[in-house]
């Protein structure tokens, strides 16, 4: 599937400034990206369209999905991304800082109750050694594709120790075919 077929996909803006449901778009997601689990179209096509240029090279139509089971160490020290430090940020903002801001949000009052995610990251192993076709790397071995906010907040919960969090969280794992890598961005 190239660019302009995929931009035919986009969910519609509605006269109401909202766009269009995941219902109503999930039927064309679906059959353009059979590969994708629900919740993966849902979480990162859907949410993040007008963001998919960031990845669009990698060859959505030719990804796999599977769920995996990490450890917290395996989270903390597997896991790139190219805001890292930011995240931590975010994570000692609302764990040390208490930040109001972050404190009264949905997701982190989610987290203080459930010491996980609502969703699970979407993460692409980069067995390949991937590079953005600017020539940026990704991140070795497991870049963050999708859940910014929730790898932020979960670091925190694990680097501060906070207690009742658990040993182990899902995640989705991503893997590319590396013969569906476009070098045209």
């Given at each position: 599937?190239?660019r302009?077929e995929?931009?035919?996909?986009k ?28 919740c993966?179209?849902?979480q ?10 960031d ?16 450890s917290?160490?395996e989270?903390l ?5 190219n805001?890292?430090d930011?995240?931590?940020?975010w ?13 009264t ?10 010491r ?6 979407i993460?692409?192993h980069?067995e390949?050694e991937?590079k953005r ?32 969090t ?15 890598i476009?070098?045209?961005?």
């Amino acid at each position: 599937m190239n660019r302009e077929e995929f931009e035919k996909l986009k969910p519609k803006e509605l006269p109401t400034l909202e766009i269009e449901p995941f219902s109503e778009v999930v039927p064309r997601l679906r059959k353009a990206l059979p590969n994708f689990p629900e919740c993966v179209l849902e979480q990162w096509i859907y949410r993040h369209f007008n963001q998919i240029d960031d990845y669009w090279w990698l060859g959505l139509d030719g990804l796999s999905f599977k769920k995996e089971i990490w450890s917290n160490q395996e989270i903390l020290k597997k896991i790139g991304s190219n805001m890292l430090d930011t995240q931590d940020y975010w994570g000692d903002q609302l764990l040390i800082e208490k930040e109001p801001i972050r404190l009264t949000t949905w997701l982190a009052k989610f987290f203080a109750k459930n010491r996980t995610w609502p969703k699970l990251i979407i993460i692409l192993h980069n067995e390949h050694e991937l590079k953005r076709p600017n020539g940026l790397e990704l991140y070795r071995p497991y870049h963050l594709l999708e859940g910014h906010m929730r790898l932020a907040y979960m670091r925190g919960y694990i680097r501060h120790s906070i207690p009742q969090t658990p040993q182990t969280h899902e995640v989705w794992v991503t893997t590319c075919n590396p013969e569906m890598i476009s070098d045209v961005w």
